[in-house]
């Protein structure tokens, strides 16, 4: 089992920055790729970045890329999804996610352990 805790929402400007982490507690998070994920109102949970187990692979949704970087810290259990260039679109709830798999995967059902959701805020 894998327990991820997600922080770091908030409410910011457009064109600004937000740093989100995700705190991973049970096994070792090392053996889980990761994965953020967010749910605008009214719409599906959909793929945002992806990041595989040593960090040396990366994946971006091509509405984030270039503007949002995935990154992690095994030796403090912690994924991090730092936003820049912030638009009114990318309004939504965050939701962090641990994978067996080996390589990068973006369906939401290749997923086993979620977190809670962190909302982020973007006024234009």
């Known amino acids: 089992q894998v327990q991820l805790v997600e922080s770091g929402g908030g409410l910011v400007q457009a064109g600004g920055s937000l740093r989100l982490s995700c705190a991973a507690s049970?096994?070792?998070?090392?053996?889980?790729?990761a994965g953020w994920f967010r749910q605008a109102a009214g719409k599906e949970r959909e793929f945002v970045a992806s990041?595989?187990?040593?960090?040396?692979?990366?994946y971006y949704a091509d509405s984030v890329k270039g503007r949002f970087t995935i990154s992690r810290d095994n030796a403090k259990n912690t994924v991090y999804l730092q936003m820049n260039s912030l638009k009114p679109e990318d309004t939504a709830v965050y939701y962090c996610?641990?994978?067996?798999?080996?390589?990068?995967?973006?369906?939401?059902?290749?997923?086993?352990?979620w977190g809670q959701g962190t909302q982020v805020t973007v006024s234009s």
């Open positions: 990041i595989t187990r040593s960090g040396g692979g990366t």
């Open positions: 049970g096994r070792t998070f090392s053996s889980y790729g």
């Open positions: 996610a641990a994978t067996r798999r080996f390589t990068i995967v973006t369906p939401r059902g290749e997923y086993d352990y």
